[in-house]
T-cell receptor, first 112, second 112 residues
Framework: DAKTTQPTSMDCAEGRAANLPCNHS???????VYWYRQIHSQGPQYIIH???NNETNEMASLIITEDRKSSTLILPHATLRDTAVYYC?????????????FGQGTELSVKP | DSGVTQTPKHLITATGQRVTLRCSPR?????VYWYQQSLDQGLQFLIH???????AKGNILERFSAQQFPDLHSELNLSSLELGDSALYFC???????????FGEGSWLTVV
């Protein structure tokens, strides 16, 4: 079962920052938080991941709370092409290969 | 382009038939994961192979089987197909452990 809770859907205006929240209150100390997105039935695309420190790459920023029970994915300047389903995943079972268990995700709609 | 190659991209077959989906992982990746995405179930983890050995099994039906070959490509075999097996099947790969998992573009299977 997925260990995360996300809002079902969100809207964002084009050019504004999109802040996607995720709750993972049962996360264990060595479990990473991963974010993927899926654009209209394409293969899920890796965005970013983190353990406890905030992370930033060319696509997004990941803010993880100090207690690690929640995180926020930030797309700094959303474009129409960022419209997608965004999945927050706590990656488990590293000794067994660290599979990803997807929840329902957040459907982000970026509007002009 | 994630570097994970899946064939065929689209496949239509009749109930009761058997099909084989093929996946070539990214160069250097030893782990292969298979996922099923249907409209009502979301992204479901099926099975994980590492360097030819099965490492984790998820919601994979007994009619389905997979293997990973010495050249690291993988095949997902689906037999006695039912209408409900119609779905997108994704393959993903990673080096191992906590390394990032990258997804292919999927194989669309339609059972009629």
């Amino acid at each position: 079962d997925a260990k995360t809770t996300q809002p079902t859907s969100m809207d964002c205006a084009e050019g504004r920052a999109a802040n996607l929240p995720c709750n993972h209150s049962t996360i264990s100390g060595n479990e990473y938080v991963y974010w993927y997105r899926q654009i209209h039935s394409q293969g899920p695309q890796y965005i970013i991941h983190g353990l406890k420190n905030n992370e930033t790459n060319e696509m997004a920023s990941l803010i993880i709370t100090e207690d690690r029970k929640s995180s926020t994915l930030i797309l700094p300047h959303a474009t129409l092409r960022d419209t997608a389903v965004y999945y927050c995943i706590v990656r488990v079972d590293y000794n067994q290969g660290g599979k990803l268990i997807f929840g329902q995700g957040t459907e982000l709609s970026v509007k002009p | 382009d994630s570097g994970v190659t899946q064939t065929p991209k689209h496949l239509i077959t009749a109930t009761g038939q058997r099909v084989t989906l093929r996946c070539s992982p990214r160069s250097g990746d030893l782990s292969v994961y298979w996922y099923q995405q249907s409209l009502d179930q979301g992204l479901q983890f099926l099975i994980h192979y590492y360097n030819g050995e099965e490492r984790a099994k998820g919601n994979i039906l007994e009619r389905f089987s997979a293997q990973q070959f010495p050249d690291l490509h993988s095949e997902l075999n689906l037999s006695s197909l039912e209408l409900g097996d119609s779905a997108l099947y994704f393959c993903a790969s990673s080096v191992y452990g906590v390394s990032t998992i990258y997804f292919g573009e999927g194989s669309w299977l339609t059972v009629v």
